[in-house]
């Protein structure tokens, strides 16, 4: 069974950082493109990075130049790197990766999220 954990969601102040985990546990046989989508009160999901198994990143406009996703493939971990967060990015931040397990064909998995607020 294929789970994904995430880690490190929390209230900070604007201008300040945290930085989400995200780890894939269980009977993988591989792991191509992961990525961190977030939903916030009467919005809909979005997409907030992705990157995939060999490096290549995306992000949204709205975080450029602040968020960075970057992944460990030894560890099966993707990482969110948020720096000079505004109110703006409070949300519920989920994680989500294309895996194949073993004796199965490729799913999307979905972690259960974890909530950022940004406030003072």
């Known amino acids: 069974q294929v789970q994904l954990v995430e880690s490190g969601g929390g209230l900070v102040q604007p201008g300040g950082s945290l930085r989400l985990s995200c780890a894939a546990s269980?009977?993988?046989?591989?792991?191509?493109?992961m990525g961190w989508y977030r939903q916030a009160p009467g919005k809909q999901r979005e997409l907030v990075a992705a990157?995939?198994?060999?490096?290549?990143?995306n992000l949204a406009d709205s975080v450029k130049g602040r968020f960075t996703i970057s992944r460990d493939n030894a560890k099966k971990t993707v990482y969110l790197q948020m720096n000079a967060l505004k109110p703006e990015d409070t949300a519920v931040y989920y994680c989500?990766?294309?895996?194949?397990?073993?004796?199965?064909?490729?799913?999307?998995?979905w972690g259960q999220g974890t909530q950022v607020t940004v406030s003072s």
């Open positions: 989500k990766a294309e895996i194949k397990p073993y004796s199965r064909t490729w799913f999307d998995y």
């Open positions: 990157i995939t198994s060999g490096g290549r990143t």
């Open positions: 269980g009977s993988i046989s591989s792991i191509s493109d």
